[in-house]
């Protein structure tokens, strides 16, 4: 007992002498943590007075209102550049008085030569000079460049090229058009200014966690996290601490604009910013297809084929009629992940093989495959694709058609039968657009956009085709293929009738009636 004493006295003073040690410690760390922060804020008071202050002595020299473009990758040939040109141009126009520039991360190209790419690609010509500013630290947002956490990687970068570009010019309204939400606070808070956003695509969506928490190796899972729990659910806690943090970032927008429903409804559950939210379809081009008419194709030999599923309601019309001509099927989009060419090389080799039974089936097929390539990685991408199309020996019936003018664009989808699309989850579809607007019969992805905003009937009728595997597309295309000349015909003239509201005209009423009272109030 006195033993148990003695060592009973013998640790009380060590633990006490312990805790006033960490005490001792604690209270420091506080006072710098707290002086620290205090400093900080000082500093981003200054910076903020500072730009401030280089944004009154612009316009205390005349200079009138500046509305600024985030789009680091202006250049290119998406959708999202589409939007950018039809927004500046739709603003310029109804706000003669207010200048525009635009933050690009393009290099060894001037202003003339991007501005000459927007009129070739989408036929769109700004009616006065607009002012570009380069930024040097693009690589920042590229993907490559974060093998890990690659979401927290970009969206860090992201905000490093916003704080470049936020130094390099201070505009009173700012617009992100291509989705960096996070350098909606920098502006907002630190720059001072009135903020917008247009979002094509949500960063993160209870889609991607869906398939994270089903262990799916579909969505950037490396095989080790799809396989075991313990990574899949740490990976779990990761999206969803993002998508917080991305909810936050987005939720500093005076204005936010989406191109689709299903956009909508991921944005609204993110940023819950319902009151300033709204969905604003994307230009297409609807108008430079309108011209071309839409004719009865000539009938040829009839077939004495079975009805897929896809085409029964079309059957009681056009039962067994089919038609020998040369048929094109036309993808239309960017070379990115993806849009998964590689889903339509390997449904057209299907096809191919359902088709090799009739005279001529296999050359009377060609898989046209139109896009652009914004970088090195791209292009990287296209030359796995043409291997693919040698592994799967049809090289000789698929043709690249990369960075295409306009008028070759329309060419080949006013010449083609079949439209083709296999986005997953695509956040809306202009190249779904056009091809309807083209004439041609669509085949989409059963997700996304198409399926809720675009291959919808119109007046009863149906507008297209939506699959969502290989052996699905295999199938609509056979059937599409099988459908006479008129009942074709038919789904095309519903497909165009319905495409008028995405044309240029609606997106520019919409977009400026979203963006008005963010507009006024520069014009105070």
């Known amino acids: 007992m006195a033993g148990h004493e003695h060592h009973h006295h013998y640790f009380s003073p060590c633990i006490c002498d312990l805790m006033r040690l960490l005490w001792s410690l604690v209270v420091p760390c506080v006072y710098l943590t707290l002086v620290m922060t205090l400093v900080l804020l000082l500093v981003l008071l200054g910076v903020r007075t500072w730009l401030q202050g280089r944004r009154k002595a612009r ?24 939007v950018l040109w039809g927004a500046l141009r739709a ?18 190209v001037t202003g003339e030569q991007i501005l ?39 969206s860090g970068g992201s905000m490093v090229l916003g704080c ?8 009173d309204l700012y617009v992100d058009s291509m989705g960096y939400a996070f350098t909606l606070p920098i502006f907002r808070y630190l720059g001072g200014c009135k903020v917008a956003s247009y979002v094509h695509y949500p960063t993160v969506s209870t889609d991607m966690l869906s398939l994270i928490r089903e ?54 559950s993110l940023w819950r910013s319902p009151s300033r939210t709204s969905i604003v379809y994307p230009p297409c081009d609807v108008g430079a297809f309108l011209d071309v008419p839409l004719e009865v194709e000539e009938d040829g030999e009839e077939v ?42 390997r449904a057209f080799r299907k096809l191919l093989d359902r088709k090799k039974e009739e005279t001529g089936g296999r050359e009377s097929l060609r898989l046209v495959l139109i896009g652009g390539c914004r970088n090195q990685e791209d292009e990287e991408r296209v030359l796995m694709l043409r291997g693919l199309c040698q592994e799967l ?38 190249g779904v657009v056009e091809c309807m607007a083209a004439g041609t019969v669509v085949l989409a992805h059963k997700s996304g956009g198409p399926k809720m905003d675009i291959v919808v009937p119109f007046e009863g009728g149906p507008t297209g085709f939506l699959a969502d595997s290989e052996d ?18 038919e789904v095309r003239q519903n497909a165009r009738r319905s495409v008028e509201r995405f044309s240029d005209q609606e997106f520019d009423a919409c977009f400026l009636a979203a963006m008005e009272t963010v507009m006024l109030g520069l014009e105070r």
């Open 164 to 171: 470049e570009a936020l130094a390099a010019f201070v505009p």
């Open 116 to 154: 000459q790419g927007a009129r070739q690609r989408f036929s769109i010509t700004l009616p006065r000079p607009i002012t570009f500013i380069f930024l040097r630290h693009r690589s920042l947002v590229e993907a490559g460049c974060y093998p890990h956490f690659t979401l927290l990687g970009q």
């Open 215 to 268: 262990r799916n190796p579909r969505f950037n899972n490396a095989d080790f996290i799809s396989r075991n729990p313990v990574l899949s659910a740490a990976k779990v806690v990761y999206y969803c601490c993002f998508g917080l943090l991305y909810g936050l970032a987005g939720s500093c927008s005076h204005v936010v604009m989406v191109n689709s429903t299903w956009t909508l409804g991921h944005i609204l």
């Open 393 to 430: 020996d049809v090289a000789d019936r698929v043709d690249f058609k990369l960075n295409v003018p306009f008028e070759e664009l329309k060419r080949e989808l006013v010449e083609a039968t079949i439209g083709l699309h296999t986005m997953w989850n695509e956040h809306f579809g202009i």
């Open 91 to 108: 603003l310029m126009n109804r706000y003669p008085s207010v200048s525009f520039a635009v933050y690009t991360g393009d290099q060894g």
């Open 472 to 489: 699905g597309y295999a199938a609509a295309m056979e059937t599409i293929l099988a459908l006479s000349p008129s009942a074709r015909l």
């Open 59 to 82: 316009r205390a020299r005349g200079g009138g209102p500046v509305v600024a473009f985030f789009h680091p990758y202006c250049n290119a040939g998406g959708g999202g550049e589409r």
């Open 304 to 345: 004495e084929e079975g009805w897929e599923e896809l085409g029964q309601e079309l059957a009681g019309e056009a039962e067994g009629a089919g038609d020998r001509k040369r048929h094109s099927i036309v993808s239309v989009g960017q070379f990115r992940p993806e849009k998964d060419h590689r889903l339509q090389i």
